[in-house]
């Protein structure tokens, strides 16, 4: 408990009952400062700095709204819970839109919530600071780039890149699609002795046989009907530097066969020309598809696969690394509200939940699509969950509950509860107060339950308004 004595909770209220019966609720953790009026809030938030504020909505002649909005515009780094037992639910609606993480109702029965409510905010607040602490590590060590993320398998990566980078090995990056591959392969070239020459770039699938030939070998003027003119290839282009061959699965086995001997011999020659040429390209390959199936299948060639084989780099979907879910997200909506001219939109609560809980079958780069609509379409200074794509709700909508005759006891009532809970919440449009009377369950373990079972209250309750 001692380490939390340094977040400092500001409380504003114009009830004295009120204000006194939270901080002596939240001395014992955390340092609390507070205040019974706007004007008192203000001063205090410009001496020192918080790391949560709990307003009232309804203070004597003015609007605790008015502060909420003052705070996560001057404040960006200040949460804030808003409580009330005065305010219309248009008010607690607008009140989270605007940028409150939680809403209490007042009176507050259970004081035990507002710890369970501050240490949930700040849990989130230090899992933020602790992935920019990280972030910057790399940066130290590494040239990063475009590649966002620190959960586990990208810092498995990243320590993998800072060995081999510098070393001229042929390197296959396998990954579903949309998972990043050509951004990690750039970031092998931008941390390589090669850096200042180019990394030339081509995906292999999209092209015919006879053009992808063409262009990576290059061509003599009168190869074929529309040859007016010499052509360099790629792997002229990229002699010295880096040639990246994206769905490198995609070419013919005929092909295959030229590609092996450029990669062990270095030499190519152009369609139509009569002489070998050399390149020094550095080799990057990538997939999305199961490589060692395709050779069993005699899609691909073993002995091609084995030269490109050297060191594989596996980058994980996302799904299997959600933790880099709300860094994603904030590189992405700086990225479109920069681009938009939107600056200062951040993402709700309510928003954070339904991207960490959705599958993202497209990966990172579904994720960024899906940022970049909410952007364009966000009406308020915070993104709401109608601003996202239909079909991320839809899928929610159409999950079910799996079979739980698949499961063990323990799993299946687990999944059961978490359903169940969910079905409840759908039905009181978030109301944890008729929840808890409904289910016989008393809030407190409901609020534990939620955070168990990553569910998210607020999401229930923007859909209950938004319908």
Same mark, same amino acid.
């Given at each position: 408990?001692?380490?939390?004595?340094?977040?400092?909770?500001?409380?504003?209220?114009?009830?004295?009952?009120?204000?006194?019966?939270?901080?002596?609720?939240?001395?014992?953790?955390?340092?609390?400062?507070?205040? %019974?009026?706007?004007?008192?809030?203000?001063? =205090?938030?410009?001496?020192?700095?918080?790391?949560?504020?709990?307003?009232?909505?309804?203070?004597?002649?003015?609007?605790?709204?008015?502060?909420?909005?003052?705070?996560?515009?001057?404040?960006?780094?200040?949460?804030?819970?808003?409580?009330?037992?005065?305010?219309?639910?248009?008010?607690?609606?607008?009140?989270?839109?605007?940028?409150?993480?939680?809403?209490?109702?007042?009176?507050?029965?259970?004081?035990?919530?507002?710890?369970?409510?501050?240490?949930?905010?700040?849990?989130?607040?230090?899992?933020?600071?602790?992935?920019?602490? =990280?972030?910057?590590?790399?940066?130290?060590?590494?040239?990063?780039?475009?590649?966002?993320?620190?959960?586990?398998?990208?810092?498995?990566?990243?320590?993998?890149?800072?060995?081999?980078?510098?070393?001229?090995?042929?390197?296959?990056?396998?990954?579903?699609?949309?998972?990043?591959?050509?951004?990690?392969?750039?970031?092998?070239?931008?941390?390589?002795?090669?850096?200042?020459?180019?990394?030339?770039?081509?995906?292999?699938?999209?092209?015919?046989?006879?053009?992808?030939?063409?262009? =990576?070998?290059?061509?003599?003027?009168?190869?074929?009907?529309?040859?007016?003119?010499?052509?360099?290839?790629?792997?002229?282009?990229?002699?010295?530097?880096?040639?990246?061959?994206?769905?490198?699965?995609?070419?013919?086995?005929?092909?295959?066969?030229?590609?092996?001997?450029?990669?062990?011999?270095?030499?190519?020659?152009?369609?139509?020309?009569?002489?070998?040429?050399?390149?020094?390209?550095?080799?990057?390959?990538?997939?999305? %598809?199961?490589?060692?199936?395709?050779?069993?299948?005699?899609?691909?060639?073993?002995?091609?696969?084995?030269?490109?084989?050297?060191?594989?780099?596996?980058?994980?979907?996302?799904?299997?690394?959600?933790?880099?879910?709300?860094?994603?997200?904030?590189?992405?909506?700086?990225?479109?509200?920069?681009?938009?001219?939107?600056?200062?939109?951040?993402?709700?609560?309510?928003?954070?939940?339904?991207? =960490?809980?959705?599958?993202?079958?497209?990966?990172?780069?579904?994720?960024?699509?899906?940022?970049?609509?909410?952007?364009?379409?966000?009406?308020?200074?915070?993104?709401?969950?109608?601003?996202?794509?239909?079909?991320?709700?839809?899928?929610?909508?159409?999950?079910?509950?799996?079979?739980?005759?698949?499961?063990?006891?323990?799993?299946?009532?687990?999944?059961?509860?978490?359903?169940?809970?969910?079905?409840?919440?759908?039905?009181?449009?978030?109301?944890?107060?008729?929840?808890?009377?409904?289910?016989?369950?008393?809030?407190?373990?409901?609020?534990?339950?939620?955070?168990?079972?990553?569910?998210?209250?607020?999401?229930?309750?923007?859909?209950?308004?938004?319908?």
């Amino acid at each position: 408990m001692a380490e939390n004595r340094k977040h400092r909770i500001l409380v504003v209220d114009d009830s004295a009952e009120t204000l006194e019966m939270l901080q002596t609720q939240l001395q014992t953790d955390y340092q609390v400062n507070t205040a %019974k009026s706007i004007r008192d809030a203000r001063n =205090l938030l410009e001496k020192q700095t918080f790391h949560v504020a709990i307003v009232d909505l309804v203070l004597a002649g003015e609007s605790g709204l008015d502060l909420i909005e003052e705070i996560k515009k001057n404040k960006p780094y200040t949460s804030v819970i808003a409580i009330s037992g005065q305010a219309t639910i248009e008010h607690a609606v607008t009140a989270m839109k605007i940028g409150a993480s939680e809403f209490i109702v007042k009176p507050i029965r259970n004081l035990d919530l507002v710890n369970i409510q501050v240490e949930k905010i700040l849990q989130n607040q230090w899992l933020i600071e602790e992935n920019q602490r =990280l972030n910057e590590l790399i940066h130290k060590e590494l040239d990063v780039g475009a590649i966002v993320g620190n959960s586990p398998p990208i810092q498995n990566i990243m320590q993998k890149i800072q060995k081999i980078a510098k070393l001229d090995t042929i390197v296959l990056i396998t990954g579903d699609t949309g998972v990043g591959k050509s951004v990690f392969a750039e970031l092998i070239h931008r941390n390589s002795p090669r850096k200042m020459k180019k990394f030339v770039s081509v995906n292999c699938g999209s092209l015919t046989e006879t053009l992808l030939e063409s262009l =990576l070998f290059g061509h003599k003027k009168g190869a074929f009907t529309d040859a007016w003119r010499d052509k360099v290839g790629y792997f002229q282009e990229a002699s010295d530097g880096t040639l990246f061959l994206d769905e490198i699965t995609e070419t013919s086995l005929s092909f295959q066969v030229k590609l092996l001997k450029v990669i062990e011999t270095g030499l190519f020659r152009q369609v139509g020309g009569d002489h070998d040429q050399h390149s020094d390209a550095r080799i990057i390959a990538a997939t999305n %598809k199961d490589i060692k199936s395709q050779v069993e299948q005699n899609l691909f060639r073993e002995d091609l696969f084995y030269r490109l084989n050297v060191i594989n780099i596996e980058i994980p979907p996302l799904k299997e690394r959600k933790d880099d879910i709300r860094l994603l997200t904030n590189a992405f909506v700086k990225e479109f509200t920069e681009k938009y001219h939107k600056e200062g939109l951040t993402v709700s609560p309510a928003v954070m939940s339904i991207l =960490l809980n959705y599958d993202w079958k497209g990966n990172v780069r579904e994720l960024r699509n899906s940022i970049e609509h909410a952007v364009i379409l966000a009406e308020h200074s915070v993104v709401q969950p109608e601003d996202l794509p239909d079909s991320i709700s839809q899928q929610k909508k159409s999950a079910g509950m799996p079979n739980l005759t698949d499961m063990k006891w323990s799993q299946a009532k687990e999944e059961f509860t978490r359903q169940y809970l969910i079905e409840l919440f759908e039905k009181t449009g978030g109301n944890i107060s008729s929840v808890a009377q409904i289910s016989g369950i008393p809030r407190e373990n409901i609020y534990r339950k939620c955070k168990q079972y990553s569910i998210d209250p607020a999401i229930f309750r923007y859909r209950e308004t938004s319908q």
